[in-house]
C-alpha cells in the first residue's frame, strides 16, 4: 500500500463506524418496542486515480526524460574530452619527434593583447564563480525549505493518525463487552492505522534522508568544482607571471578536466531548473484545479468530489443518528410511572453538529443553548436507570436497566470521541494541511526557488563557457610562449 494513499481506507471504516455505533445499540436500548433502526451504510469506494499531463513524479518516463533534457551538457562536455584527449596525443606525439623548426617570433602587442584576453575571460570565470557559489548556497537554502514544508505536511498526517489509533483504542476498550462486532471492526481499522502509519513515518523519513542527500550533493558537487576552478585561475596566473612553463601545463591539463565537469554540471543544474520549473508548475496547477492536477496520482484526497460525497454520507448519517435519539428522548416520560420534573426528556436535546440537507454540514456552534452533547447522555439516563442497589425503581421513577444504562453510556461516550476527532479526520480526508503547504509553497516559495534554480544553471553555463575560452587561450599562449626567455613578471620576451 503506497503511504500516500493508503490510510484512507481505515479513515473511511472508522468514520462509518460512527453510523453504525449508536442506531443499532443504545437507540435500540432506548426504544419502548425494542424495534431495530436502520442506520445508513457508505460504500468504501476506491477513488479512481489517473495521471495528468507532463508532471508525474511516479512516472518513470517522466524521471528519464528530465534527465535527457541536461543532455545539452552531457554532450558538450564529452566532444571537449575528446578533444582533450585528441589534442594531448597529438602534442605528445609532435613533442616526441625531433624537431628541426625555428621558432616563431611575434610582435609584441600579439603577447599583450593574448595577455589581455586571458586576464578578461579570467574575471569573467571568477565573476560567474562568484555567481555560482551565491546561487548553489541560495538554491541550497529554498530546495530544503520547500523540502521540509512538503514532509512536515505528511508528518502532520501521520500525527493525527497516531492520535486518531489512540482514540479508537479507547472506544474499542468501552464498547467491546456490548458489541463485539464493532470491536473487531475497530480492532482492524486500529491495526490499519497503525500499519499505514509506520508506513508513511518511514516513507517520510526515508524521503527525508534521500532528499537531502541529493540536495547536498549537488551544492557539494557545484562548491567543490567552482572552488577548484578559483584555484585554478589564481594558480594559472600564478604560474605565467613567475614563468614556470611546467607547471602552466599541468595547470591547463586540469582546466580541462574542470570544464568537462563543468558541462556536466550544467547539465544537471539545469536538470535541476527544469525540476523547480516543473514542481511550481504542478502545485499551481493543483491549486487552480486540482481533480484534473497530474498530483492526483500522489495525491489521492486530490479528488475533492469523492471526498465531498463521503463527508454527505457520514454528516447524512450522525444527522440521522442524533434526530432518532431525541425522538426517543421525547418518547421517554411515557414510560416513566412516577414523573419528576427534573426528568423531563421533552425538554433535553441532544447536540446534532450536523446542519440538515443537502450538505450536512459540520458545525458544532449551531447547536442550541438547552441541546447537550452526545457524550452527557449518560448523565440524563442515570436519574432513570434503575441500579441494582435501587430499593424500589417503581416508586422511584426508575425504569432502565443497569445493563442497558451502561451499555448506552460506552456508545454515547464512543460516539462522543468519534465527533471530536471528526475536524481532525476531515482535514485528513481532504489533506488540508497539505493542500495549505502548497498554497504556502505556489505563493511565497516558489517564485524564489524558481529564480534560484534558474540563475544556478545560467551562472554555471557562463562559467563553462567561460573556462572553455580560457582554456584554449591558456593552450595558445604556452605554444606562443614556447622556446622563448622571458624575464620574471614580463609579458614581453626577450629579445636577443
Known sequence: MSPSG????????????????????????????????????????????????????????????????????????GIWLLIGLGFGCYIIVKNS????????????????????????????????????????????????????????????????????????????????????????????????????????????????????EAIVALYV?????????????????????????????????????????????????????????DICIALDDFEQNPESSSLQSVLPCANSTNSKKLLVKIGYTIHTCMFKINVKLTALPALQSVRNEEDNFGVWKVCDPFSGSPNYTFNPNQCPEDAIPIGNLPTILSRVTCYSSSRNCRDEGRFIPEAIFYKCSAFSESMQELIDIFPDLVRLIQCSKVKQAFSDIVQRQCKPFRKTALEL??????????????????????????????????????RV
Not at 582554456?471 to 613578471?489: E, M, P, V
Request: contains cysteine; hydrophobic residues 50%.
Open 221 to 277: 558537487a557545484n562548491l567543490t568544482v567552482v572552488i577548484a576552478n578559483l584555484v585554478l585561475l589564481v594558480a594559472a596566473l600564478v604560474s605565467f607571471i613567475f614563468r614556470w612553463p611546467l607547471g602552466l601545463i599541468i595547470i591547463i591539463f586540469c582546466c580541462w578536466i574542470l570544464t568537462t565537469l563543468n558541462w556536466v554540471l550544467t547539465g544537471i543544474n539545469f536538470i535541476f531548473h527544469n525540476f523547480a520549473e
Open 6 to 77: 493508503g490510510y484512507f481506507s481505515p479513515l473511511f471504516l472508522l468514520l462509518l463506524i460512527s453510523g453504525t455505533m449508536m442506531p443499532h445499540n443504545c437507540m435500540a436500548a432506548l426504544s419502548p418496542d425494542r424495534d431495530d433502526v436502520l442506520a445508513a451504510h457508505v460504500p468504501l469506494t476506491r477513488l479512481q486515480l489517473h495521471t495528468g499531463r507532463a508532471y508525474n513524479i511516479t512516472d518513470k518516463n517522466y524521471w528519464a526524460a528530465s534527465v535527457f533534457s541536461g543532455i545539452h551538457g552531457y554532450v558538450i562536455a
Open 457 to 494: 544553471w545560467a551562472s554555471m553555463l557562463s562559467l563553462s563557457i567561460s573556462m572553455v575560452f580560457l582554456t584554449l587561450l591558456w593552450a595558445a599562449k604556452a605554444y606562443q610562449d614556447k622556446g622563448k626567455n622571458f624575464s620574471r613578471c614580463s609579458i614581453v620576451p626577450d
Open 97 to 212: 619527434r625531433p624537431s628541426s623548426a625555428s621558432i616563431v617570433q611575434y610582435p609584441d602587442s600579439s603577447y599583450i593583447l593574448f595577455f589581455s584576453f586571458i586576464v578578461f575571460f579570467s574575471i569573467l570565470a571568477m565573476v560567474a564563480s562568484s555567481f555560482v557559489l551565491v546561487a548553489d548556497k541560495g538554491s541550497l537554502h529554498r530546495t530544503k525549505k520547500l523540502t521540509e514544508t512538503i514532509l512536515d505536511a505528511g508528518s502532520d498526517a501521520q500525527r493525527t493518525m497516531q492520535s486518531t489509533k489512540g482514540i479508537l483504542l479507547s472506544i474499542q476498550t468501552l464498547i467491546d463487552p456490548y458489541d463485539s462486532n464493532t470491536s473487531h471492526m475497530l480492532n482492524v481499522t486500529t491495526h490499519m492505522l497503525r500499519r499505514d502509519s509506520l508506513s508513511i513515518q518511514s516513507f517520510i523519513d526515508k524521503t527525508r534522508h534521500s532528499g537531502n
